[in-house]
């Protein structure tokens, strides 16, 4: 491991001001919700920050299961539920629209042949480099 790599552990700290309570809500089937309550050191609810929801499925791909999660804002459970649907969609959306860009740009790479490393059988100039 380099030293760039290396973790400082002296560095290491809790955000005591962030702490949140973590619980799971799901259905059974697709839906899970996780509900983050905001508290304070002692274990109590901190009622001066907002409950966090976040959205969970797993889609099947041809490549396999593909987690899919996406913040909800919601005021409530209730109101996270009815929200779910429309989150989920919404990050497919955008992994569906990254996974496009990538392959443009993937597709822009350009090919050329090289003419300083010799090719695979003693002639020069068919290397390939990427740029």
């Known amino acids: 491991m380099s030293d760039a790599e290396k973790i400082n552990l002296d560095n ?3 955000d005591e001001a962030g702490l949140y309570r973590e619980e799971m809500i799901t259905d ?16 109590s609810a901190d009622e001066t920050r907002q409950t966090k929801y976040v959205a969970q499925t797993q889609l099947m791909s041809r490549a396999g299961v593909l987690p899919v999660t996406a913040h909800i804002e919601a005021d409530s459970l209730a109101d996270a539920l009815s929200k779910f649907p429309e989150a989920i ?3 497919v959306d955008r992994m569906v629209e990254e996974a496009r860009e990538m392959q443009r740009q993937e597709a822009s790479r350009i090919v050329v042949p090289s003419i300083d490393k010799p090719g695979p059988i003693g002639g020069g100039g068919s290397g390939i480099t990427l740029t």
Do not use: H, N
Not at 32 to 41: D, R
């Open 89 to 91: 969609k919404e990050a």
């Open 12 to 14: 290491i700290s809790v």
């Open 28 to 43: 059974l089937k697709a839906a899970s919700i996780q509900v983050l309550t905001p508290i304070k050191v002692d274990g």
